[in-house]
């Protein structure tokens, strides 16, 4: 896919001439193409590159898209529809951004509608929906066609009132008759000519409004204040509101101040002023009641203006100077140091030299949770020109980042992968910390992309540097640094007088075989806990499994509950008392006893973050434990509370799955546990063993900061395993050499190219011949050597689709990868064009994870 994104200016002589102009439009559909839409005349002038417009997309569909090119050519194939609206007169999206998601779909074989889609905040995107309105023709008195009960209460809702053309959404027509099944009365009226659907847009982007109040103009004046003091006298309650508003508002020492006022609210709901005495005041005109438009991200006084100053160490120092001096000669640089190096602090020092030569810059981190600390030390540094974006922030608030990224209001940003399609289009520096972590990489839907990825080729388009910062860096960042084409900077010591930590393995068979267990500890992770808690030091305990228990089985019969629609076992909760899928959310009832056979000897097997965190509650019952997984964090700001407990030392012992692992900087921690090593290590994936070290060294590194000497403990029941003794020497170099080889000489990334394509039905054996054919066709064109399937996964069916895997190598090199994708493009149409494949799913994955 080749775009150009091009303005055709008219000539001024033939703009005269009523120029006939036609705009390139991205629909937010999944199209293997733009569509090309006819600009009015009378709207000419008002038509913007990357700016919204309405078009008709089919017989009825009104779709707001995303204009890609405005030129002078009419499409070949088909007549070209008018525009209907432009919504914007001034860009939403950027030109980088246009070039940038041409190359995310070609790159990652999805649609530019699935990037759009993607991209977008969804409150961006103006929807659609269905509106009932009364038929013009219709006249109750001489209509030909009696009404049901129901109909008619339906044609009543939408006589009343004054309103002309008075018209109900789907879900008040529901609301109107009381029930559930209300289609078929609307259907009926329809076919009736009593009412007609029609399509309204609405932009769903509403901006933050609070209503405030002000002491009227005329009474600013001190002499008329005196005479208003006087008329209050006798009415105390109106006299401590005005009172309490002077408090607030310095009325005489600045005239502005009053003309800003301060939120209702703030008067309303103080103790001891009445509300009605407010009202009243309003009422007669000494206060005065407006609306303003405020930003959903105030700021505190102290944080306008950055207030926070460091000094880098010696050490700190030549390390950023060595980056500094990398970018000189290259444009990506990779900063390998240590767990708790002091990374964040150089990142801050070259975000101030970015800002000061007027750039923008994006921070990126692989987790939510990871920003609640990271924010904090930047909000005190960059104050009012950082901005913050990720997923648990609403729809508007999103928005209001976009546009402040539009406007230059935010100058860094911080967010998780998302964050990549912002639009920037000045931007000096991205900084992608904790670039080696799978989080960065998105799943489903398409596109598939990977925010490390779109973030070096964004930073390519924009001519500026990015900075990749790990303690374990992905073997391919790692390859392409030793092979000259990243720059290398390395930090070898942790930040101040803290050394590393000691890291003990413990084998789970010995205790599990001398009976020492306890519960899911074994005797020495559960005495350096308690030494742990006896110093008033904190402790992270490490599970890779969140809920109660993996299944629960029937002693009796041998029956484990199945998920109805995917092929794995349900997962205990014991809070909710309920057994559910993390594949698709399907949850059921605890069962009193076996439903096969009847028996109540139903167990639980196995154990996940829940279940430590209760044993911990029953054998430590004086620490205060608290759990950090999927289930715990749902809510908006329930990571920044789970932290904010655990650095003021209110908890004692965290439990958490890999969130715990991803870059939080505790001073007080000693102590991290990793409770069940084997599950990481045996999976069946050729990353398995860089995952596993990557995750026990950076889940290690949460220890001993502040100059506290930490400690480790893995419990594995495979000590022998040859990863282990990397993890506890820290020796990343040897670790990369034996993996390098490793994928070598089995033909894996880095040396070769992987895509992973997924056939998904509802049937399994109409899903079973579409991969035939698929890969057939990808042999065909790529060779059998290239071609690796069809065979189902490990988990064979997800959300009632049966699943076939077809696994592509290719070669890196650029000519040969483009031309392979365009073959694998044209193998996926073959499919796509039979018949009795038309309801199979296709999924490509570029570079999976």
């Known amino acids: 896919m080749s775009l150009s994104f091009d303005f055709v200016q008219p000539a001024p002589e033939a703009a005269a001439d009523r120029v006939t102009l036609f705009a390139d439009v991205i629909l937010p559909l999944p199209l293997p193409r733009l569509y090309t839409y006819r600009v009015p005349f009378e709207l000419n002038d008002q038509v913007v590159i990357g700016g919204r417009v309405l078009v008709q997309f089919g017989a009825k569909r009104t779709l707001s898209c995303i204009v890609a090119a405005v030129h002078q050519t009419p499409p070949a194939a088909y007549q070209a529809k008018y525009i209907l609206e432009f919504i914007d007169d001034a860009p939403v999206v950027t030109q980088p951004q246009l070039k940038l998601f041409a190359w995310i779909a070609e790159y990652y074989l999805c649609t530019l509608g699935e990037v759009i889609n993607a991209a977008l905040p969804s409150a961006l995107k103006l929807s659609s929906e269905s509106r009932v309105q009364l038929h013009p023709a219709f006249e109750p008195d001489t209509h030909p066609y009696p009404l049901g009960e129901q109909e008619q209460k339906v044609v009543d809702a939408l006589s009343s009132g004054q309103e002309e053309g008075k018209s109900l959404t789907f879900t008040e027509v529901g609301e109107v008759l009381g029930i559930a099944s209300f289609h078929k009365y609307i259907k009926s009226l329809m076919q009736k000519d009593v009412v007609f659907l029609f399509e309204h847009l609405k932009d769903k982007y509403a901006p933050k409004v609070v209503k405030k109040v002000r002491l009227a103009h005329r009474y600013v004046a001190e002499a008329a204040l005196e005479e208003l003091f006087g008329q209050l006298a006798s009415k105390a309650k109106q006299l401590d509101v005005v009172m309490r508003y002077l408090q607030r508002v310095p009325v005489y020492q600045n005239e502005h101040a009053n003309h800003r006022g301060m939120d209702k609210a703030a008067l309303t709901s103080a103790p001891h002023l009445s509300p009605s005495a407010v009202n009243t005041l309003i009422k007669n005109g000494i206060l005065e009641q407006f609306d303003q438009i405020v930003s959903r991200f105030p700021l505190d006084e102290d944080d306008a203006e950055a207030n926070m100053h460091f000094t880098l160490t010696d050490t700190q120092v030549e390390a950023r100077d060595a980056v500094m001096r990398e970018f000189q000669a290259k444009d990506i640089v990779l900063l390998h140091g240590v767990t708790g190096a002091g990374k964040t602090e150089i990142y801050i020092d070259l975000i101030k030299q970015a800002l000061d030569g007027g750039g923008q810059v994006l921070y990126l981190l692989p987790e939510i949770a990871l920003t609640a600390q990271i924010v904090t030390r930047l909000m005190r540094v960059f104050g009012s020109r950082l901005g913050v974006y990720h997923s648990k922030f609403s729809d508007n608030e999103r928005v209001e980042v976009w546009n402040g990224v539009l406007s230059g209001r935010f100058q860094v940003v911080v967010g998780v992968r998302s964050a990549v399609f912002l639009p920037f289009d000045n931007l000096a520096l991205t900084i992608v910390d904790e670039e080696h972590e799978s989080s960065y990489k998105q799943y489903d839907p398409a596109p598939r992309y990977n925010a490390r990825e779109v973030a070096l080729m964004m930073a390519h388009f924009q001519g500026s540097k990015t900075l990749l910062g ?170 920044q509370q789970i932290i904010s407990d655990f650095e003021q030392q209110k908890t004692n012992i965290l ?195």
């Open 470 to 639: 790990s303690a374990t860096p992905a073997v391919e960042t790692y390859y392409q640094a030793r092979a000259g084409r990243y720059g290398l900077v390395s930090l070898t010591k942790r930040f101040g007088e803290a050394g590393l930590p000691e890291i003990v393995l413990v084998d789970t068979r010995k205790s599990r075989e001398q009976k020492t267990m306890l519960n899911h500890f074994t005797p020495e992770l559960m005495a350096e806990m308690e030494s742990k808690l006896a110093q008033q030091e904190q402790v992270i305990l490490f599970q890779n499994r969140r809920g109660y228990a993996p299944f629960i089985n029937c002693l009796d019969c041998g029956w484990i509950p199945k998920c109805t629609n995917c092929a794995v076992s349900l997962s205990y909760h014991k809070q909710a008392h309920e057994l559910r899928c993390h594949y698709c959310g399907h949850h059921d009832r605890m069962p009193t006893q076996c439903p096969a056979c009847g028996s109540r000897n139903v167990k639980t097997v196995g154990f996940g973050t829940e279940k430590i965190e209760d044993d911990l509650k029953v054998m430590l019952p004086a620490a205060q434990v608290q759990r950090m997984d999927l289930d715990t964090t749902r809510a908006k700001n329930s990571y």
């Open 655 to 849: 439990v958490g799955t890999q969130m715990v692992t991803k870059g939080l900087d505790f001073a007080n921690v000693s102590l991290v546990g990793i409770i069940n090593a084997d599950s990481i290590i045996h999976y069946p994936d050729f990353r398995a063993h860089e995952r596993a070290f990557q995750m026990f060294v950076q889940v290690s590194g949460r220890a001993g900061r502040k100059g506290k000497k930490g400690r480790v403990i893995i419990q594995t029941a495979d000590p022998e395993q040859v990863i282990f003794d990397k993890v506890m020497r820290n020796d990343y170099l040897e670790f990369y050499e034996y993996e390098i080889t490793q994928r070598r000489e089995h033909g894996y990334p880095p040396f070769m190219r992987i895509i992973r394509l997924t056939v998904k039905h509802v049937d399994v054996t109409v899903g079973e011949r579409a991969a035939l054919l698929l890969t057939q066709e990808l042999v065909d064109r790529l060779g059998r050597e290239a071609v690796l399937g069809p065979e189902a996964p490990y988990i064979f069916r997800i959300r009632n689709f049966y699943l076939q895997e077809i696994t592509v190598k290719l070669s890196r090199e650029h000519t040969v990868l483009k031309a392979a994708k365009a073959d694998i493009m044209a193998a996926l149409d073959v499919v796509r064009d039979q018949k009795e494949f038309k309801q199979v799913r296709l999924a490509a994955d570029v570079d999976p994870m």
